[in-house]
């Protein structure tokens, strides 16, 4: 089965610092890659995601992040974040299995922004 | 407008009962999803459905039943089987498997067994 890794569980950062999460999966076929928030006390919604073409994808509030196939990654990055980005992240994986496709999520990375 | 809608929110059990946790989507997805989320260990796939009247078991579905006798709901049973039910329960849709424009979530049910 496929395995999604986010390195860092906890991060604290002030305003204004740049931002970088890690995730790498282990699958070696064409996968799809997202990056998912979750906001205190608000649904899970998608902040990008990489299907084809450019590796380096751009999502909603600045984010971005960079499919490397070699090194199975697809980091998260924001040059500046805000006290408004405290919040869960979630790394996940669509692979191919069997005619269906199995998404897979990481542990997650809960950030915090202080002001 | 459109979206998922989980209920209850909150939901109490007793030990050794049953309980079904419902799941309703108006996007018109095809596949729908079902996870848990516990503290430090992300989401974990219950079980998902591709299309209607058929569905696949995810890492953990034992003690878990679903049904897909429609295309717009999910429900989810959460058996006396189920050894550590108390959790966070979520359920997510998206056009298709190939989710290509990513997977929609539902504000999700707690529940606790008491």
């Known amino acids: 089965a496929q395995s999604v890794s986010q390195h860092n569980h906890h991060v604290i950062l002030s305003e204004a610092a740049s931002l970088e999460l890690g995730c790498n999966y282990s699958?070696?076929?064409?996968?799809?890659l997202f990056w998912y928030v979750q906001y205190p006390g608000q649904h899970l919604q998608l902040l990008l995601k990489y299907f084809s073409g450019d590796p380096l994808v751009k999502g909603i509030k600045g984010f971005e992040a960079e499919f490397i196939k070699s090194k199975f990654s697809f980091n998260l990055r924001k040059p500046s974040v805000q006290w408004s980005d405290t919040a869960e992240y979630f790394c996940a994986v669509n692979e191919p299995s069997g005619g269906s496709y199995i998404p897979t999520f990481g542990r997650g990375t809960s950030l915090i922004v202080h002001p | 407008d459109g979206g998922i809608t989980q209920s209850p929110k909150y939901l109490f059990r007793k030990e050794g009962q049953n309980v079904t946790l419902s799941c309703e989507q108006n996007?018109?997805?095809?596949?729908m999803y079902w996870y848990r989320q516990d503290p430090g260990q992300g989401l974990r796939l219950i079980y998902y459905s591709q299309i209607v009247n058929d569905f696949q078991k995810g890492d953990i579905a034992e003690g878990y039943s679903v049904s897909r006798e429609k295309k717009e709901s999910f429900p989810l049973t959460v058996t006396s089987a189920q050894k550590n039910p108390t959790a966070f329960y979520l359920c997510?849709?998206?056009?298709?498997?190939?989710?290509?424009?990513?997977?929609?979530f539902g504000s999700g049910t707690r529940l606790t067994v008491v």
């Open positions: 699958y070696g076929g064409t996968v799809n």
């Open positions: 996007l018109n997805h095809d596949a």
């Open positions: 997510a849709s998206s056009i298709g498997g190939t989710a290509s424009y990513g997977y929609t």
